[in-house]
């Protein structure tokens, strides 16, 4: 295989898979768009493993040779397609291993007590996205990255609560669920109490608040680049916009942004 058939595989998984990451890269040049889209692919690889049925020992080992695969001889197409991005943006080992890290801690752990604990998480499935990303972009403002990937975790975790309950998992803090009075019991009944919208607000300001400050980083882009950010990380504000406006209830139908909303957020980051 080639390394272009490679990159033209890792650009159909993110067209395929990444309902929002692909509206931003698209606005990239040719080379970055190219790498952004092999570490998006090598990052839904782990998701895949650890999201899926296999038994906990089978995902683990499964992850382990993900990590070995980064420092072999690429053979899968996402392996060739990263390895030369690896190659001409200097993108760093740490955060790509981080992400296996990340998948076997979902096979280890499903609570999580405080927000050391959840930011610790978080900094491996989201913010090592934005680590391996950042030198694609053309900046060395690791600090803020790593806040983005952050903010746009937190923001998944609140879409995302019902289809993680039904993995067993809950990444809303214990501590904050005892402070606002909501047991895992109103999660799996979802119910929409005064309590639960309480905490979703609380949720919703530090989300905002992780979003604005990481994305102080557009300020260290070239243009291109800056869209690109920019437009994904709007596409995730607006998810956050629809789940406020609709009185925090993710427990039915995953709130998803239209083509056509996407593409206004897309417009809206090209005006001047």
Not at 91 to 117: C, K, M, N, S, W
């Amino acid at each position: 295989m080639t390394v272009q058939e490679a990159y033209a595989e890792v650009e159909r998984i993110t067209r395929r898979e990444a309902k929002n990451f692909s509206y931003g890269i698209m606005v990239l040049p040719r080379d970055k768009r190219q790498a952004i889209a092999a570490i998006y692919a090598f990052a839904r690889a782990v998701d895949d493993i650890a999201d899926g049925e296999l038994p906990h020992e089978e995902k683990r080992a499964r992850l382990e040779e993900l990590r070995a695969a980064l420092d072999g001889e690429p053979v899968e197409p996402v392996f060739v397609a990263l390895c030369d991005a690896r190659e001409r943006f200097a993108i760093p080992r740490e955060p790509l291993a981080a992400l296996v890290d990340g998948g076997l801690q979902d096979t280890e752990q499903v609570r999580y007590r405080d927000f050391d604990e959840l930011r610790g998480y978080c900094e491996k499935v989201a913010g090592a996205v934005g680590l391996a990303c950042v030198p694609v972009y053309g900046s060395d403002d690791r600090e803020r990255a790593m806040t983005l990937g952050i903010a746009l975790q937190l923001i998944n975790i609140m879409r995302d609560v019902a289809e993680d309950w039904r993995l067993g998992r809950v990444y809303l803090r214990q501590d904050e669920l005892a402070a606002f009075g909501v047991g895992e019991e109103d999660i799996e009944q979802g119910r929409i109490t005064p309590e639960w919208l309480a905490l979703m607000t609380f949720h919703t300001t530090r989300a905002r608040a992780h979003l604005a400050e990481g994305l102080n980083l557009l300020g260290s882009l070239d243009r291109r680049s800056a869209l690109c950010v920019g437009t994904f990380a709007g596409l995730y504000r607006e998810t956050l916009d629809r789940i406020e406006t609709g009185g925090f209830d993710v427990f039915g139908e995953k709130v998803r942004l239209s083509t056509p909303r996407k593409l206004a957020v897309v417009a809206k980051e090209l005006l001047p």
